[in-house]
């Protein structure tokens, strides 16, 4: 668990723990390679420069993160609402069951682009297979360890 000194030091710059050790990935990355949705396995708010903004590990990508913008910050903050402001019980229960949303992009009346959510539901982490995922290159991939699972290996998706 990390001290209040190092939280008090990222939350300084802007940083947040589900972004450690993570590559960024765009939206419009997202709706392409992902255009049946994703599920989210953890959220946290960032701060910087005066504005707070979601961020998000999702599980067909765990090495990746993406930030949210008005839309996903609205369902965040509704999220957070509903669990009276306990985003650490939030996440907890993420663990247990992921949030699978379809990202849509589509414009405003004024004609602004916007990402429009879709919750399509919840996804046991079971039968998504434990976090275990299927990289680039079609290799199931154990999501704890990060070491290649072999054909012998059990099906991570059953």
Do not use: H, Q
């Amino acid at each position: 668990m990390a001290s209040r000194l190092e939280n008090a030091a990222r939350n300084a710059i802007g940083g947040d723990s589900i972004m450690d050790g993570r590559e960024p990935m765009k939206t419009d990355e997202i709706i392409a390679k992902y255009p049946e949705g994703i599920c989210i396995s953890a959220i946290a708010k960032n701060t910087y420069n005066g504005s707070t903004y979601p961020v998000f590990n999702f599980a067909e990508e765990p090495s990746k993160y993406f930030s949210g913008g008005t839309a996903l910050s609205k369902w965040v903050d509704g999220l957070i609402e509903d669990y009276d402001g306990n985003l650490a019980e939030l996440n907890s229960d993420i663990k247990k069951e992921y949030l699978k949303i379809k990202l849509v992009k589509t414009r405003t009346k004024k004609g602004y682009n916007f990402t429009k959510i879709i919750f399509i539901g919840a996804v046991p982490v079971e039968k998504f297979g434990g976090g275990n995922y299927v990289d680039e290159n079609g290799k199931k991939i154990d999501a704890d360890t990060g070491e290649v699972l072999s054909d012998d290996d059990e099906d991570p998706f059953n």
